[in-house]
């Protein structure tokens, strides 16, 4: 894989705040972003109008496969340098669904989450992630998401 | 003239010394095809595993691993042969032959379990960076890509 699309809602604060960290990762392949907001940039993607709806991040492969939703942070983490293990656990039926909260704790880079992880069981995870055990200033963005996800 | 004989014409001390080294680079030499060759055998599984399923590549890595891993027990087989203390009879020909086997054996067990780590370091490599296998909703057709 060469380029991965990350296609976003601009007047989403979750999507853009995920663009901007994705932005600051080192990556095995390019990312490149379009903003639901760019027609002419949109209109490269025939038949994307129907995956827009409910959906503040779609990825899209370079063979066309799209991924909205969860599954566009778990593609996402799957092209960064040393979120492999986070994409492959995230991709568990179980966790999928928390994906956007996942997605939501990394953007507050917090060094202590990757040694949580490591840690952790799938389960341990999944209530961890349920139950955002950060502290209580970082709890609110978490929350915002976790909502968006319900 | 035969070697043997030639052996058990020389003094009982420099022949205890002699066959003390014989015994103990056959041993040695012994060991280290039997680990080697359990290495080459039961890693190849976790090489093919961790090259996703390319068995050349994998059988060309095992290889690889086996050629150090002859080079580095055997160089060291042959430079511990002159350390340790001198056979002079029968008792310190065994003591001497169970210190520098034993010695043999420690760096042959210390190389298995680097070959383990490195084995399973790939192994966690190539499954960490492996795509996750993840719901496609449909596709679209990229268009200027």
Redesign the interface.
């Known amino acids: 894989m060469k380029t991965i699309y990350l296609l976003f809602d601009a007047k989403s604060d979750a999507a853009l705040r995920w663009r901007a960290w994705l932005d600051g990762q080192t990556k095995r392949c390019a990312i490149a972003f379009v903003p639901y907001q760019a027609p002419e940039s949109m209109a490269r993607f025939d038949g994307m109008e129907s995956f827009c709806q409910g959906n503040d991040l779609i990825a899209v492969g370079d063979d066309g496969a799209v991924y909205p939703g969860a599954s566009a942070y778990v593609f996402c983490l799957a092209v960064l340098e040393g979120f492999g293990e986070w994409s492959q656990r995230l991709a568990a039926p179980d966790l999928l669904p928390k994906a956007p909260i996942a997605g939501a704790l990394l953007t507050l880079n917090d060094r202590r989450l990757n040694r949580m992880l490591e840690g952790l069981s799938d389960q341990q995870f999944g209530w961890f992630l349920e139950n955002q055990l950060l502290s209580p200033a970082t709890s609110t963005t978490i929350k915002l998401t976790h909502e968006r996800c319900r | 003239m035969n070697p043997l004989l030639a052996l058990a014409e020389i003094e009982p001390r420099t022949a205890a010394t002699v066959w003390t080294y014989v015994a103990y680079l056959i041993i040695s030499v012994g060991l280290t095809v039997w680990v080697a060759r359990t290495l080459h055998k039961n890693g190849k599984i976790f090489l093919v595993d961790s090259f996703h399923g390319n068995e050349p590549l994998a059988d060309s890595v095992n290889h690889l691993l086996i050629v150090g891993f002859y080079l580095i027990n055997i160089g060291y087989v042959a430079l511990a042969m002159k350390y340790g203390d001198k056979a002079t009879d029968a008792g310190t020909a065994l003591e001497a032959l169970s210190t520098k086997v034993g010695l043999v054996l420690v760096v042959l067990g210390v190389m298995h379990f680097f070959n383990l780590f490195i084995f399973s370091k790939m192994r966690h490599r190539a499954?960490?960076?492996?795509?996750?296998?993840?719901?496609?909703?449909?596709?679209?057709?990229?268009?200027?890509?």
Request: proline fraction near 16%; glycine fraction near 10%; charge should be positive.
């Open positions: 499954t960490v960076n492996r795509p996750p296998v993840l719901p496609v909703a449909g596709y679209v057709k990229v268009t200027g890509a």
